[in-house]
């Protein structure tokens, strides 16, 4: 397996490249955060525990987020190519990753970190309109759904997430701080880790996205 890891702040617009670089590229998208919603909405035991966490913004415990990737991973073919939306999260993640791929002879082609002024975030995540059906992402601003409320892939109602709200948003922005930034030194030192402007608009980020991992969709929509 080979995978591109994209790593960034909540709002950074890592869902949004994810989306990008799976329609571009032939990557598998994995989203944690996702799939946690996913597990929520079902209220499976998984979901129970992990919403105890997402709630107040703060991160599953790592042991629960390697089973489920573990679980996931063994799904698809050995050669399969996935883009990680959210995961790893911490040192211990990253580290539990390395090992997971040296017995399964996988390896990381690469770790884009999109770079996102603070400010700029806060507008993000506040202004985002998610559709539970789909998992497409809207922004009320930056990329309005065509009808107001109303998914433009599939149809579905637009909803805001549970942790889009402000004390919510202001302790995930911390918990990025301090459990997630540490993985930028984690990835430099192995000389994976591409920083990449992600504060423009997102043609912008995906032109840049698109030259740095050779990907055919110059001037892909957004
Ligand atoms: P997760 O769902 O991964 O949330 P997050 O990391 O907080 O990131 P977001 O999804 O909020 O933002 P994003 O970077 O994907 O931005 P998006 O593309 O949507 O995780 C949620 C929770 O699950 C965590 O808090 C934790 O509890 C748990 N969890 C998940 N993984 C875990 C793990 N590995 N370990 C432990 N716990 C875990 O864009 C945001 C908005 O901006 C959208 O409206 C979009 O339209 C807009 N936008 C995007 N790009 C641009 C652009 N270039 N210009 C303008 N607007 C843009
Ligand atoms: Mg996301």
Same mark, same amino acid.
């Given at each position: ?27 598998? %998208? ?160 192995? %000389? ?19 030259? %740095? ?10």
């Amino acid at each position: 397996m080979e995978i591109l890891i994209l790593l960034g702040a909540p709002g950074s617009g890592k869902g949004t490249a994810a989306g990008f670089i799976a329609g571009q590229g032939g990557f598998t %998208h994995i989203s944690t955060g996702d799939m946690f919603r996913e597990a929520i909405r079902r209220r499976t035991a998984a979901g129970r525990e992990a919403d105890r966490h997402m709630g107040g913004g703060d991160l599953v415990p790592d042991d629960m987020v390697m089973a489920m990737i573990r679980e996931r991973l063994s799904w698809d073919p050995p050669r399969t190519r996935y883009v990680f939306d959210g995961f790893p999260r911490t040192v211990p993640q990253a580290a539990l990753l390395d090992r997971h791929l040296g017995k399964e002879s996988g390896r990381i082609l690469a770790v884009i970190l999109l770079d996102v002024p603070s400010e700029v975030l806060a507008v993000r995540l506040t202004g985002r309109r998610v559709c539970p059906a789909c998992g497409a992402i809207f922004h009320t601003a930056n990329r309005p759904p065509r009808q107001e409320g109303v998914c433009d892939a599939c149809g579905g109602s637009l909803i805001r997430r549970d942790d889009d709200h402000e004390t919510t948003i202001r302790r995930r922005l911390d918990v990025y701080r301090q459990r997630t930034e540490g993985l930028v030194e984690y990835y430099e030192t192995r %000389h994976l880790l591409r920083r990449i402007d992600a504060s423009g608009p997102p043609a912008d980020v995906h032109r840049d996205l698109a030259r %740095h991992l050779d990907l055919p969709g110059e001037a892909a929509p957004c």
